[in-house]
């Protein structure tokens, strides 16, 4: 097991310097300034419309850049011939109402400061949307923070037995799977209702990842957790375990560990958020782009979107039966690290396309510090009937491509066979409430007891 957790941060490290020792892409950053001047006048897209590989480029300013270059067929991933997106109205049901409370009260309160070290720090934040209305100064950092706090569930439980699986396709078609115990959960600031609202399993914290291989057997129990701080001036990064089960412990990784794959997979820790952006709001910062309508996969068929059969392979690409495609209004930032933290940091640029509603980003290009076009990820966050709640979101799918490496891994909305959708909040089984097991370096030592 040793060797293999080995292999994994060896494998991070080696992913992380790959665009540094000379790939090249003909896509560069320059070519996201040219996207945001062609899409200023976005024109019509009618419900009903149908877009396919034969009138793409009429629609193509819907489209985010990374995916336009699928359509173009830029890299070894490129979009099937038969791809189909059909265009439906727009639905805007993500939000619970006691998410709109929160943010209706203590949105118009709070700020941001900027340090002499160049660092931000948000002031007087208590739940909900920070900045419902960003504006300048500083609205792109704005924008960064309500994608870093997008609503999501106070309680995300994924297991086998409903979504906890995951893909990894390589450029000769090769799919390997991988099943996971998944318990994402807020720590502080809890809007939702039906769920505790006081924890102290992890002080200081807000939020708390915990996730656990449960598939293939020679990485079983190995486990990540990643904790994130209210106070990030002390905490910039989250601190971040991994349980090794040859060694019967949990080791700290390094902040440089944000660069490196969870699992091996294509997201980074980083990444590895239905937001679209798991960094900190305190040492990295973001430039707004514009307003802008782009198409997205919000509200899913759960009978159509199972892997394999609902995914147009080897690209993992959603085939229609996963339903309607939306036009929704999307925030465009730029995400880097500020100046004096930038060194040795794995992208750029995050050109994140955050949904205005809730604010998880829909779509990321990712750009490595040569400025190019390394990955594109797809995070279709969905929303749907919760039972006990209502309507609100209630789930992701997500595919990672590299372009560079001609690698993909796709996480299934709805796992394989169960077609279940994740646990939330008060439907998930009582087990995963225990947030020390869940939810603390302590709680790593009690794997494999």
């Given at each position: 097991?040793?060797?293999?957790?080995?292999?994994?941060?060896?494998?991070?490290?080696?992913?992380?310097?790959?665009?540094?020792?000379?790939?090249?892409q003909s896509?560069?950053?320059?070519?996201?300034?040219?996207?945001?001047?062609?899409?200023?006048?976005?024109?019509?897209?009618?419900?009903?419309?149908?877009?396919?590989?034969?009138?793409?480029?009429?629609?193509?300013?819907?489209?985010?850049?990374?995916?336009?270059?699928?359509?173009?067929?830029?890299?070894?991933?490129?979009?099937?011939?038969?791809?189909?997106?059909?265009?439906?109205?727009?639905?805007?049901?993500?939000?619970?109402?006691?998410?709109?409370?929160?943010?209706e009260?203590?949105?118009?309160?709070?700020?941001?400061?900027?340090?002499?070290?160049?660092?931000?720090?948000?002031?007087?934040?208590?739940?909900?949307?920070?900045?419902?209305?960003?504006?300048?100064?500083?609205?792109?950092?704005?924008?960064?923070?309500?994608?870093?706090?997008?609503?999501?569930?106070?309680?995300?439980?994924?297991?086998?037995?409903?979504?906890?699986?995951?893909?990894?396709?390589?450029?000769?078609?090769?799919?390997?799977?991988?099943?996971?115990?998944?318990?994402?959960?807020?720590?502080?600031?809890?809007?939702?209702?039906?769920?505790?609202?006081?924890?102290?399993?992890?002080?200081?914290?807000?939020?708390?990842?915990?996730?656990?291989?449960?598939?293939?057997e020679?990485?079983?129990?190995?486990?990540?957790?990643?904790?994130?701080?209210?106070?990030?001036?002390?905490?910039?990064?989250?601190?971040?375990?991994?349980?090794?089960?040859?060694?019967?412990?949990?080791?700290?990784?390094?902040?440089?560990?944000?660069?490196?794959?969870?699992?091996?997979?294509?997201?980074?820790?980083?990444?590895?958020?239905?937001?679209?952006?798991?960094?900190?709001?305190s040492?990295?910062?973001?430039?707004?782009?514009?307003?802008?309508?782009?198409?997205?996969?919000?509200?899913?068929?759960?009978?159509?979107?199972?892997?394999?059969?609902?995914?147009?392979?080897?690209?993992?690409?959603?085939?229609?039966?996963?339903?309607?495609?939306?036009?929704?209004?999307?925030?465009?930032a730029?995400?880097?690290?500020?100046?004096?933290?930038?060194?040795?940091?794995?992208?750029?640029?995050?050109?994140?396309?955050?949904?205005?509603?809730?604010?998880?980003?829909?779509?990321?290009?990712?750009?490595?510090?040569?400025?190019?076009?390394?990955?594109?990820?797809?995070?279709?966050?969905?929303?749907?009937?919760?039972p006990?709640?209502?309507d609100?979101?209630?789930?992701?799918?997500?595919?990672?491509?590299?372009?560079?490496?001609?690698?993909?891994?796709?996480?299934?909305?709805?796992?394989?066979?169960?077609?279940?959708?994740?646990?939330?909040?008060?439907?998930?089984?009582?087990?995963?409430?225990?947030?020390?097991?869940?939810?603390?370096?302590g709680?790593?030592?009690?794997?494999?007891?």
């Amino acid at each position: 097991m040793l060797k293999v957790f080995s292999r994994l941060l060896a494998a991070g490290v080696i992913i992380a310097l790959l665009p540094s020792l000379g790939w090249s892409q003909s896509t560069d950053r320059s070519e996201m300034d040219q996207w945001i001047k062609d899409t200023a006048n976005q024109g019509d897209l009618p419900v009903g419309t149908k877009i396919t590989m034969s009138n793409w480029q009429q629609y193509k300013n819907f489209l985010p850049l990374g995916m336009q270059k699928l359509f173009e067929g830029t890299y070894f991933w490129k979009m099937p011939q038969d791809v189909e997106l059909d265009v439906g109205p727009t639905i805007n049901n993500f939000l619970p109402a006691t998410w709109k409370d929160a943010t209706e009260k203590y949105g118009p309160q709070t700020t941001v400061e900027v340090l002499p070290n160049g660092h931000y720090v948000m002031h007087n934040y208590h739940g909900g949307t920070p900045f419902p209305n960003p504006q300048e100064p500083n609205k792109g950092w704005k924008v960064m923070a309500n994608a870093f706090w997008a609503f999501v569930p106070a309680i995300y439980v994924n297991t086998p037995n409903n979504v906890g699986s995951v893909w990894a396709v390589d450029r000769y078609g090769n799919v390997n799977r991988t099943t996971l115990d998944i318990v994402y959960r807020w720590s502080s600031y809890v809007t939702d209702a039906n769920v505790p609202h006081d924890l102290n399993y992890a002080p200081g914290t807000w939020y708390t990842e915990w996730g656990m291989e449960e598939q293939p057997e020679q990485a079983r129990y190995t486990a990540s957790l990643s904790l994130f701080y209210i106070d990030q001036e002390a905490h910039p990064f989250a601190d971040t375990y991994v349980f090794v089960p040859a060694l019967r412990r949990s080791l700290r990784l390094s902040s440089t560990a944000r660069c490196s794959p969870v699992f091996g997979f294509d997201w980074t820790y980083d990444d590895a958020k239905t937001n679209g952006f798991n960094g900190s709001t305190s040492i990295y910062t973001a430039d707004f782009l514009g307003d802008r309508k782009i198409l997205t996969l919000s509200h899913f068929n759960q009978e159509g979107a199972v892997f394999p059969d609902g995914y147009l392979m080897p690209l993992g690409f959603p085939k229609p039966s996963w339903g309607k495609w939306e036009a929704r209004l999307h925030a465009v930032a730029d995400i880097h690290r500020i100046p004096s933290e930038s060194a040795g940091y794995c992208y750029s640029s995050r050109i994140i396309y955050a949904d205005r509603e809730h604010w998880n980003g829909n779509w990321v290009d990712l750009y490595d510090s040569n400025r190019k076009l390394w990955k594109s990820i797809a995070y279709y966050n969905d929303a749907g009937n919760v039972p006990g709640y209502g309507d609100m979101w209630d789930g992701v799918a997500s595919m990672a491509m590299d372009f560079q490496n001609m690698h993909e891994t796709v996480w299934c909305g709805f796992g394989n066979d169960a077609k279940q959708k994740p646990y939330l909040d008060a439907n998930a089984p009582k087990e995963f409430f225990d947030g020390v097991k869940y939810g603390s370096p302590g709680g790593l030592q009690m794997i494999m007891r």
